[in-house]
């Protein structure tokens, strides 16, 4: 497989798969998060540098319309050009070129030198992007005909992308457990030699395969969020690997009442109850230590407002929902955390979005940041988890945070993601 630390962009024509999935501030049209944007950069400043020029191609968002003539506004990915070109500029590339037509920027791709960049409309205004038929009922008796016809179109598509360049570059992570035609179906025309990772996709890959390969031991999987059945892949891919499961989060409850504990009007998804059983019975099989929280603070209703109250977890008093873990579960955490020597955590123990149930999120984020002090290796992944990370200013004291959260989960279920497997074989 090709590498990307190892190849000279000198004088090439590069298409590069960039997340630019980016938030916009809905009154300014500014970009209020622009990390993605900065983790595709050191690709690109290797190409400039290097000598060859770039085409960088993204979707953003989920426009509706199939003609991009038509293409949303809202959706256009003109308008975060000047949050790129502030980065850009630093490597001597001041003004990137705009495509208002990805699928008709043969001129533009032709015409451009060593040292420049080019960045392609939204890939999603075109359906082939996805490669599902738009505006067709999905119970519709023409879909499968639809679907069959979309499949030649998104290959059609792909390759019009792939003419534009001499060589592919896939660096959109968040993205890589697509088949779509510009994360997956593009590389079928390139050789083995000319299709590549980003430095962010290496990134990641590294981080990911460390904790499924090479963890040391003891390594601690720390699963929280809303639900078990998101999570129950993962979950069962880490038995085979992990000594410890910390299980928080309103997932928490539908094992509670598996085992029989009181849960007031908690979460609890009813029909997982079998499946959480079964869960712990495979743990237990496996020798993994499951830590499951032994009290919580429960709340009234669901609100920020919310009156409070503290009890056993699997003794909710009637009427009220059990929304963070409390001081006693924290300890018995912590001491499971510190004394790893790999860490894996995806997912809040809490509803951390509400001040009054951000505790238990927030001493995690500061046990799983001891450990790494302490040298574990530590990965966060899963949008929240990364959310509460950073609320707590801890991004930089953990060995890496992912930017996939979807990504990171199929890779960490074991599932062959099409954007990997379409360059890695
Ligand atoms: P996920 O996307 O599955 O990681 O779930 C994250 C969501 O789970 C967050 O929005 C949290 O507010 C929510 N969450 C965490 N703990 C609880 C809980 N005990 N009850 C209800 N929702 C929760």
Redesign the pocket.
């Known amino acids: 497989m090709q590498k990307i630390d190892n190849y000279n962009f000198k004088g090439k024509k590069v298409i590069v798969r960039v997340d630019f999935n980016v938030p916009l501030n809905k009154e300014t049209g500014e970009v209020s998060d622009d990390t993605r944007i900065r983790g595709a950069l050191p690709t690109i400043k290797k190409i400039i540098e290097d000598g060859g020029c770039a085409i960088l191609m993204s979707h953003m968002g989920k426009p509706k319309n199939v003609n991009p003539n038509e293409g949303d506004a809202a959706f256009s990915l003109k308008q975060i050009i000047p949050a790129i070109e502030k980065y850009t500029k630093e490597f001597g590339v001041p003004t990137i070129q705009f495509a208002e037509d990805c699928a008709n920027a043969d001129a533009q791709a032709l015409a451009l030198k060593p040292g420049q960049i080019l960045l392609l409309q939204n890939l999603r205004y075109y359906a082939e992007e996805e490669g599902k038929p738009r505006g067709i009922d999905k119970d519709d008796p023409k879909m499968e005909e639809a679907k069959a016809a979309m499949k030649t179109k998104q290959a059609d598509f792909a390759k019009k992308l792939a003419s534009y360049a001499e060589v592919y570059v896939n660096d959109a992570f968040g993205t890589a457990h697509r088949k779509h035609a510009s994360t997956a179906v593009i590389a079928d025309s390139f050789a083995e030699d000319k299709k590549m990772f980003g430095f962010l996709i290496n990134k990641e890959l590294d981080a990911m395969d460390k904790v499924l390969n090479d963890a040391r031991k003891p390594f601690t999987a720390i699963m ?4 078990v059945s ?2 129950i892949n993962v979950i069962t891919n880490l038995l085979d690997r992990v000594q410890n499961l910390i299980i ?6 539908t094992f509670i009442k598996a085992l029989g504990g009181k849960i007031g009007n ?2 609890c998804e009813e029909d997982k109850l079998d499946l959480a059983k079964e869960i712990l019975d495979k743990a237990k099989a496996k020798g993994v230590n499951v830590f499951l929280p032994v009290d ?1 603070v429960n709340a009234d209703k ?1 609100d920020k407002d919310a009156n409070t109250n503290i009890s056993d977890v699997d003794n909710t008093p009637d009427g009220w ?4 873990i409390a001081e006693k579960s924290i300890k018995k955490f912590e001491d499971v955390i510190v004394n790893s020597k790999t860490v894996i955590w ?9 001040e009054k ?1 951000a505790k238990g ?1 927030s001493a995690i984020a500061q046990a799983v940041a001891k450990a790494t002090a302490n040298g574990a290796f530590t990965l966060i992944g ?4 990364v959310a509460a990370i950073n609320k707590n200013g801890l991004a930089d004291k953990v060995s890496y945070v992912s930017t996939g ?1 979807g990504a990171m989960l199929e890779y960490m279920e074991g599932k062959q993601l099409p954007g990997i497997v379409a360059i890695r074989g």
């Open positions: 929280g969020g809303a639900k998101d999570k928080g989060g309103g997932m928490t409850y908690s979460l919580a669901f929902m059990g929304l963070d995806n997912g809040p123990m809490g509803v951390f979005e509400f149930f999120t899963g949008g929240d988890s959260g």
